[in-house]
């Protein structure tokens, strides 16, 4: 008989489970398909993107393709040449603010670095500028290399020390975790061998203030202490040292006792600012705390600290200005009781969700720009007009202001000789004729400045205003230059909302050489007849007041400030008020409502064999871009233009690659980790250089970096206006006055552009807070004070910007040059204007921006993660691209609809115009076609899941098999009881 094992019995039990574990395989494997298809541009802009490869003509394959001359073999070696420039720019662009004598220091000075900054200094700000501090030179070194001996004791106790004592930290849109410490170190928790140690050196104390994005700084730190809105700003030894009213922004307890023991024991006190905003400094200059020597050095960059090892060596001489006005009292500033924002109590349930999962309160705030054009020095300038005049009782400008706009020590002399200025009825032309004086080289800087006839009640004329600047180049002792400034005549005509032009009044104008905003050095005049400006100087477009409902609402709802009585004008801090009392109403955008009825629905999908490159150099009207666009599909657009965090997609029809296009203004940075590229020191450090030709040089190397890096486009720099010196992001922005920072902005989007990198300017506009930036405020501003101040800051790179691109202009391969403008990316900002979003606002995207000022390029949106940013609006008001992941945030409505296929036409349009002419058709020549392969990611994804599809089928078959037993089982069963079962 022979043996038979025995079947081993089997149970459901094991038939379910099988079939679960294979099903959930499955599904697992959907899923991650889903999601990554629906992130693509995510993983591509991390785990890197598609492969490309381009396919010439024939004929074509030894054509010249390079447009663009890349200087460098890869990221590292440009990363280290940008680095060495940072330390210059900061060399230039740091202001010497006070000087007994005390700077330069001899090489081998003992000097004592205190205070926290000194070991813990600020490289960058929070957000888009974010720095990798470990990539930077910190100041002891840079110090130390310049040769100065360190005293190591005191600060290797600051060093082990610093970390105990929290300091301010702006966590992004998120109030209930900011934090606002300042976080010094009292001198008496200074150990007795490090007290000790500073005798007989100099102290170089280092006072440092942080800034970033999402949030501003405090105004009122008891107020924001006691309001229990931060879980992680509580009380603790420093907060019990503040007083009422004490802002972040005035020197604290712990810092003036560092100071104090700093003067009690060393032989001279030097001061660094390690901050990019103005401070209240007027303690440092005379009295209990006065120092030797303050050097505004702001926040630091890669390598900026070695420039500061220079400069207090001597090594580089203080050329710096001053960008921004430093008053004695913040509080005591037009702007003060009008920023941050307040409630309109009667809106809700408006834009109550957001694609990031956060809940919106669903109302909305505002900010009112009650000091109209009286805003920083044209306010302190106009102040002291009036005062002197007996028309501002009170006003002392000596006790009122610290340091003037545009001023800054070298630690040689200059003197400046008017030698004429004159106009030919359309600019005003100015020569003036430096000297160096003193004994060794330096720089120095012209600074020319109008004073416009003004009649009480007329159209409101700060007194002064800065017409033109120049930097010298370096002047050996006892060398002279001489500079000529111009500027157009029109440029110091007035916005006249009544009107809805610019207006010139007659009489004579004031031209005067100053040093700073308020030190004459001497003055001519020039005399101007009346004129109405109704046309753009550049478009020729006819002008029309776009913002009206803006005044209205300032003229109803508001004091705004006249210099016909300042006093009486002065603005009020803002209250909670209800919108209907205002006459405005907030309304949630539905692009049902803007159908135009004629639009007829273009084509799209044609097979007409044109490339993206056959359209380089040529004009954004050329007839040849509507040939090129009907070959784009409508699914096309909608999956480039609705899913551009940091990239824009390939369009394979018509050759677009694939773009890359990082943050921020520092640089090539990112909010997620670093990227290996160069962090600049920050936009007030470059723009205090008032050195146009060094920011183009800075300009090109970004473009250098971006070559050398894989990059297209640059999401900076950042043309914001400082407003405010508690304005979060002052280290983003340049500076105050919209001509100063307009000309660096120019200059630098000129450079990154002549290497092919397209900068999008932002944040467009009126965004110069970061409180409720996402919570629908309203910025409100009559016309002539937006026009004049917080837009132009813009219109001078998109006007004056320019660059010169080489193309293939025949089919003999020709090279050709052509100038066009600079400046073919914006990028709008969270801010509403008015009561519309600005990326929907088409008064200001469209009809501002390309139609007066003849912007050719795109519009991108910060960050799109909340309702109130909705796609179709954008498209409506003239932006083009989502800064965002489609996959969270859904499609654009309509795509059946002529009018939003229209809009996405247009669009596209307006990227590929862009893209066409960077370096992102490197290498190709006209007629090539490029085709992309599949992202290591993607082949990661798929042999993922080809593995968890072979475990599901594994685990099928068991669910199979044992369902197959089961059934065998039950059947034996079935006959053994039948063979049980007795028979008749």
């Known amino acids: 008989m022979a043996d038979t094992k025995p079947k081993k019995t089997v149970t459901r039990r094991g038939f379910v489970a099988n079939t679960a574990v294979s099903a959930g395989l499955l599904g697992v494997t959907a899923v991650a398909n889903i999601a990554t298809d629906k992130f693509r541009s995510l993983l591509d802009h991390y785990l890197g993107g598609r492969p490309s490869t381009v396919e010439v003509i024939a004929g074509s394959e030894n054509w010249d393709t390079n447009y663009y001359d890349a200087q460098y073999r890869g990221r590292t070696q440009a990363t280290n040449a940008a680095n060495e420039m940072v330390g210059q720019i900061l060399g230039e662009g740091a202001v010497l603010l006070k000087n007994d004598g005390a700077l330069p220091l001899a090489s ?187 050097l505004h050095i702001g926040s630091l960059g890669a390598t900026g600290a070695n420039g500061v090892g220079k400069l207090l060596t001597g090594e580089y001489n203080p050329s710096g200005r001053t960008t921004d006005i430093w008053a004695a009292d913040f509080t005591a500033d037009p702007t003060f009781g009008n920023f941050g924002g307040k409630r309109y109590n009667d809106v809700s349930d408006y834009y109550t969700s957001n694609a990031n999962g956060t809940v919106s309160d669903g109302t909305a705030y505002f900010v009112e720009y009650k000091e109209g054009v009286y805003m920083g020095y044209r306010y302190y300038e106009t102040a002291a007009v009036e005062a002197e005049a007996g028309n501002y009782d009170g006003f002392n400008y000596d006790e009122a202001v610290v340091f003037p706009f545009g001023y800054g020590l070298s630690y040689t002399t200059f003197e400046q000789r008017l030698d004429s200025v004159g106009c030919d009825g359309e600019t005003v032309s100015v020569t003036v004729t430096v000297t160096n004086t003193g004994a060794v080289a330096g720089k120095d800087v012209v600074e020319i400045y109008y004073s416009a006839p003004y009649t009480a009640g007329g159209l409101e004329k700060p007194a002064v205003v800065l017409g033109g600047f120049a930097k010298t180049q370096e002047l050996a002792a006892g060398a002279s230059e001489t500079v000529e400034i111009e500027f157009p005549l029109r440029q110091m005509a007035s916005w006249d909302s009544s009107k809805g032009a610019w207006v010139l009044d007659a009489g004579e104008y004031e031209i005067s050489l100053r040093t700073d905003s308020h030190t004459i050095v001497d003055s001519g005049f020039v005399t101007a007849d009346a004129k109405t400006y109704d046309t753009d100087d550049v478009t020729g477009t006819k002008l029309e007041n776009q913002f009206s409902d803006l005044t209205e609402y300032m003229e109803k709802n508001c004091t705004v400030m006249s210099r016909s009585d300042f006093k009486g004008t002065f603005p009020e801090a803002a209250q909670d008020k209800d919108a209907g009392d205002c006459g405005i109403e907030f309304k949630e955008y539905d692009y049902t409502e803007h159908e135009d009825s004629s639009a007829t629905m273009p084509t799209s999908g044609a097979a007409n064999g044109l490339q993206l490159i056959d359209l380089r150099g040529k004009d954004y009207d050329d007839e040849m871009w509507d040939t090129l666009l009907d070959q784009v599909s409508v699914s096309e657009m909608t999956t480039m233009l609705n899913d551009c965090a940091y990239n824009t997609g390939a369009i394979e029809s018509v050759g677009k690659p694939e773009t890359a296009e990082p943050d921020g203004p520092a640089g090539f940075t990112s909010l997620t980790g670093p990227t290996g590229n160069c962090a600049y020191c920050s936009e007030v450090i470059m723009a205090q250089t008032w050195n146009t030709e060094l920011m183009g040089e800075m300009g090109k190397m970004v473009g250098q970096e971006a070559l050398a890096s894989g990059y297209n486009g640059w999401y900076a720099p950042a043309c914001n206006t400082h407003r405010s010196p508690f304005a979060g992001r002052n280290f983003e922005y340049y500076s105050e006055d919209p001509i100063l920072g307009g000309k660096i902005a120019a200059a630098v989007v000129a450079g990154a552009a002549s290497n092919g990198c397209y900068a999008m300017v932002k944040h467009f506009a009126l965004n110069d807070q970061e409180s409720y930036r996402v919570q629908h405020v309203a910025t409100w501003a009559t016309e002539q004070t937006a026009r004049e101040i917080y837009l132009r800051q813009f219109e001078i790179p998109v006007k004056e910007a320019k660059t010169e691109i080489k193309y293939i202009s025949d089919d003999k391969g020709t090279m050709t040059t052509k100038q066009i403008n600079a400046c073919t990316g914006i990028m709008s900002s969270f801010n509403y204007v008015g009561t519309e979003w600005s990326g929907g606002r088409r008064s200001l995207c469209t009809n501002v921006l390309r139609n007066e000022w003849g912007f050719r390029g795109c519009v991108i949106t910060d960050f799109n993660l909340y309702g109130y940013m909705d796609k179709n609006a954008a498209l409506y008001g003239g932006t083009d691209l989502e800064l965002t992941y489609s996959a969270m945030t859904g499609e654009f409505k309509g795509t059946d609809s002529a009018t939003v296929v229209n809009q996405l036409r247009e669009a596209t349009h307006h990227t590929l115009y862009t893209v066409a002419n960077s370096n992102a058709m490197q290498g190709m020549a006209p007629g090539s076609k490029i085709t992309y392969g599949t992202a290591p990611w993607q082949m990661g994804v798929w042999g993922g899941s080809a593995v968890l599809v072979a475990l599901a089928g594994f685990f099928g078959w068991r669910a199979y098999r044992t369902n197959k037993l089961l059934k065998e089982q039950t059947a034996e069963k079935g006959d053994e009881a039948a063979d049980k079962t007795p028979t008749a």
């Open 108 to 294: 081998g000075s003992e000097i004592s670095l205190l205070g926290r900054y000194a070991a813990d200094p600020i490289y960058g700000g929070a957000g888009s500028g974010t720095v990798d501090a470990s990539s930077c030179v910190n100041l002891h070194d840079g110090i130390a290399a310049a040769g100065l001996n360190i005293n190591e004791t005191a600060f290797e106790f600051i060093n082990g020390a610093y970390s105990n004592y929290p300091k301010a930290d702006i966590t992004m849109d998120n109030p209930s975790t900011a934090c606002y410490y300042i976080g010094e170190i009292p001198w008496s928790a200074y150990s007795s061998e490090a007290q000790s140690s500073i005798a007989g050196t100099t102290a170089v104390v280092v006072i440092g203030r942080g800034g970033g994005e999402g949030g501003d700084l405090s105004r009122d730190l008891i107020g924001d202490l006691n309001s229990g809105v931060s879980t992680t700003f509580t009380a603790n030894d420093e907060t019990a040292n503040y007083v009422e009213g004490q802002h972040e922004l005035e020197l604290t307890v712990e810092e003036k006792s560092v100071l104090a023991a700093a003067k009690a024991s060393c032989d001279k006190v030097v001061v660094l600012i390690n901050a990019s905003t103005s401070m209240e400094l007027g303690p440092l200059m005379s009295g209990e705390y006065e120092v030797n020597a303050i």
